[in-house]
T-cell receptor, first 116, second 114 residues
Framework: EAGVAQSPRYKIIEKRQSVAFWCNPISGHATLYWYQQILGQGPKLLIQFQNNGVVDDSQLPKDRFSAERLKGVDSTLKIQPAKLEDSAVYLC??????????????FGPGTRLTVL | AQSVTQLDSQVPVFEEAPVELRCNYSSSVSVYLFWYVQYPNQGLQLLLKYLSGSTLVKGINGFEAEFNKSQTSFHLRKPSVHISDTAEYFCAVKGRNSGYALNFGKGTSLLVTP
């Protein structure tokens, strides 16, 4: 079974530039998560989708971050404009729907973003 | 809200020695608890989880953890570590009625040397 795919794996940009990350979840997984993992910290949930609807985006900095999952499968996370403090690994995870979020979350390898 | 404190940022240990990675949580409601492992340049992988029932939970790769409600702890243990266990370990908590979000600790770096 293919895992969660993410691209690109690495990205270096200048501050104030834009960047986009792509995630393809495991086939059949209705729930998709984006996490931000700053060096030396644990992952922090940015946004969660159930199919193509947003379940939780309370920790997404909406002035610069946006995410979509238009067809309920792939998802993109965008930062515009980027700040130095956005340097982090962006992890995508997916899980089956239901059971109050207790289904195992499967994580992709992440995209390491460096903002100069 | 729930939070997790991982008491050790780094744990060095010799191969075949036992190890314990400590995790304490804070919550005003009942919780579910998880341990994840992250190998270099890879995503997180679930090691084990406590949902209910027996407080001793066994996971993959010979790891186990014990839920202690009175001490609000969920320490991870392995009786004999291998070089391949070198990785970052994250404890995570989810409130039973708080939706889907996992709250992660800052992680403990386990370094196993010969």
């Amino acid at each position: 079974e293919a895992g969660v795919a993410q691209s690109p794996r690495y990205k270096i940009i200048e501050k104030r530039q834009s960047v986009a990350f792509w995630c393809n979840p495991i086939s059949g997984h209705a729930t998709l998560y984006w996490y931000q993992q700053i060096l030396g910290q644990g992952p922090k949930l940015l946004i969660q989708f159930q199919n193509n609807g947003v379940v939780d985006d309370s920790q997404l900095p909406k002035d610069r971050f946006s995410a979509e999952r238009l067809k309920g499968v792939d998802s993109t996370l965008k930062i515009q404009p980027a700040k130095l403090e956005d340097s982090a690994v962006y992890l995508c995870a997916s899980s089956l729907a239901g059971t109050g979020g207790l289904n195992e979350q499967f994580f992709g390898p992440g995209t390491r973003l460096t903002v100069l | 809200a729930q939070s997790v404190t991982q008491l050790d940022s780094q744990v060095p240990v010799f191969e075949e020695a036992p190890v314990e990675l400590r995790c304490n949580y804070s919550s005003s409601v009942s919780v579910y608890l998880f341990w994840y492992v992250q190998y270099p340049n890879q995503g997180l992988q679930l090691l084990l989880k406590y949902l209910s029932g027996s407080t001793l939970v066994k996971g993959i790769n010979g790891f186990e953890a014990e839920f202690n409600k009175s001490q609000t702890s969920f320490h991870l243990r392995k009786p004999s570590v291998h070089i391949s266990d070198t990785a970052e370990y994250f404890c995570a908590v989810k409130g039973r009625n708080s939706g889907y979000a996992l709250n992660f600790g800052k992680g403990t770096s386990l370094l196993v040397t010969p």
